[in-house]
């Protein structure tokens, strides 16, 4: 199906583990975002990237590591996950500076 | 201080209503403003964008920019049930890095 899907759907980690979540879109579209979302703070930019190779920080990046080796992929990883990274994680694609489409989010707790 | 400030609410009016929400924004740079519609346990859906100051409008949706005073606001006129979510307003310049609001939530009741 075409858009923009976010695997898992729900993920259980423990503290200290690296988890990996995964976002696929099929628009082509160049931007890719990742966001967490809390409760008090709205949702916050972890990394975006406007092509394929190149990505750049947001405004909460410390924790995270992205990467972007093909259009239509752009993996989030918590390299030693901790319990404040538990919160739902969106990402989102866009053709250009406005227009974002968001995927059903990650939602991770981390015990 | 936030970049972009939104009452969390909640907010909760008659079906029928006009509701007003609205954002502040202390960054000059910020040039395109969209308004997101959330459902319980969704994704943001984009309701509407503009890049200017002034009024757009799409059915029963208006919104309205106001760069000198750095303010925005999303009216809904004649509310139903369905529009019952949380609205994020967000806001961007060239960079490509958006700013979210927090979100207000919005219950409409029958």
């Known amino acids: 199906d075409a858009g923009i899907t976010q695997s898992p759907r729900y993920k259980i980690t423990e503290t200290g583990r690296q988890v990996t979540l995964m976002c696929h879109q099929t628009?082509?579209?160049?931007?890719m975002f990742w966001y967490r979302q809390d409760l008090g703070h709205g949702l916050r930019l972890i990394y975006y990237?406007?092509?394929?190779?190149?990505?750049d920080k947001g405004e909460v990046p410390d924790g995270y590591v992205v990467s972007r080796s093909k259009t239509e992929n752009f993996p989030l990883t918590l390299e030693s996950a901790t319990r404040s990274q538990t919160s739902v994680y969106f990402c989102?694609?866009?053709?250009?500076?406005?227009?974002?489409?968001f995927g059903q989010g990650t939602r991770l707790t981390v015990v | 201080q936030k970049e972009v400030e939104q009452d969390p609410g909640p907010l909760s009016v008659p079906e029928g209503a006009i509701v007003s929400l609205n954002c502040t924004y202390s960054?000059?740079?910020?040039?395109?403003f969209m308004w997101y519609r959330q459902y319980s346990r969704k994704g943001p859906e984009l309701l509407m964008y503009?890049?200017?100051?002034g009024n757009k409008e799409d059915g029963r949706f208006t919104a309205q920019v106001d760069k000198s005073s750095k303010y925005i606001s999303l009216f809904i006129r004649d509310s139903q049930p369905s529009d019952s979510a949380t609205y994020l307003c967000?806001?961007?310049?060239?960079?490509?890095?958006?700013?979210f609001g927090a979100g207000t939530r919005l219950t409409v009741k029958p």
């Open positions: 989102a694609s866009s053709l250009g500076l406005a227009e974002a489409f």
């Open positions: 628009w082509s579209h160049s931007y």
């Open positions: 990237s406007a092509a394929a190779d190149i990505t």
């Open positions: 960054n000059s740079a910020f040039q395109y």
């Open positions: 503009t890049y200017s100051s």
């Open positions: 967000a806001m961007g310049g060239n960079n490509n890095d958006m700013r």
